[in-house]
């Protein structure tokens, strides 16, 4: 992961379940979520280094009745060749499931390409005409997104990430005091973070 993406590697990492509601509304509930703890990427001396810095941010988290599930947020600065972020996204997948020998749910959050917002997608891995495997995985487009939409929404990930997006009525400027002024909001009355 490049240096200028640790702060919104932070940022998720701290607020990951009002992030989840972004990305997967409902998954807390469904899966009855009890715990997170987040996997230092140092610990995975099994992976060539180049890999290991390039990972984004790795969840473990537990459910009721002892259930693990293994969740990757992978930040993208940009959309680029799909077939190229896929064979590496399988790889991180593969691996994980293997090491950690849990299921394994991956996000792709793009700062700027991408289709705009919430998408299912999936990696198809083909032996002449017959799929071999199926992975699915979701992405997030932030640059198409309207960000006044994200302001109001109650996650506070969702005020940091509108800056990425489009500003709509508001210029660049606007956008980003909206942004702070919404966070700013939320450090006052610590009830209205959600």
Known sequence: MTPDLQPLRDLLQGFFADFLDLVEPGLRERERLETVAFLDPCCLADWPE?????LGLVADMRASGGRRLTF?????????HRRALEKRLL???LWLLVGRRKPV???VVF?????PGVRAEAIVER????????VPYTTFGLQGCLAEDYLRRPEPPAWALAAFMRPGRMSP???KLACLRRIAEARR???TAG
């Open 50 to 54: 180049h890999e290991r810095r390039r």
């Open 72 to 80: 990757l947020v992978q930040i993208e600065p940009q959309a680029g």
């Open 91 to 93: 790889r991180y997948y």
């Open 105 to 107: 749910r991956m996000v």
């Open 111 to 115: 700062l700027e390409g991408g289709r």
């Open 127 to 134: 032996q002449g005409d017959r799929e071999v495997m199926r």
């Open 173 to 175: 400027v606007e956008l």
């Open 189 to 191: 009355c610590p009830s």
